[in-house]
Each structure stands twice: as C-alpha cells, then as structure tokens.
C-alpha cells in the first residue's frame, strides 16, 4: 500500500499541467469549433456537453464560452438545463 502517496501525488501533477495549459490557451478557445465538436456526437450530446462543461470548471476556463455553447447548441431551455 505504499503506492497510494505516488497515486496522490501523479494525480495532483496531472492536475496542475492541464490547469496550466488550460491557463496558457485560454483565448484560443473558440465557441464555434465548440458546438461543432460537440453537435457531432449526436444523441448523446448533452452528455458530452455536461462531461466537457465540468472538466472546464476544474480546469479554469472560462464559463461563459461553454454556456453560450449550450444555449446555441441546445436551445434556451435544454442549455440552461444542461449548463446548471
């Protein structure tokens, strides 16, 4: 069991690196490209959307792109329900 702390720590440097690059591409992020990717995978779309939409709260970015995306993706309503 003393694998546990290299555990720990891996993860928390995983974590770190994609903040930081999260960080360091923050303006190349593009709403449009956004939806198209997401749109693609159909029915299970929101899904996706709700899996990305967490990630990028972890990772720091910015909130606003991905919930215009769900808006513009799925219609006032479903994106409002879809980013909460």
Excluded: N
Aim: aromatic share 14%; charged share 10%; hydrophobic share 65%.
């Amino acid at each position: 069991m003393r694998s546990w702390p290299w555990l720990r720590i891996g993860l928390l440097a995983g974590l770190v690196i994609a903040i930081g690059v999260a960080v360091a591409f923050r303006e190349d992020i593009d709403p449009a490209a956004l939806e198209a990717w997401i749109a693609g995978f159909g029915i299970t779309a929101p899904l996706v959307f709700v899996a990305v939409y967490a990630l990028a709260s972890v990772l720091f970015l910015p909130g606003m792109v991905m919930t215009l995306a769900g808006g513009a993706l799925f219609g006032p309503v479903w994106g409002t329900f879809s980013a909460s």
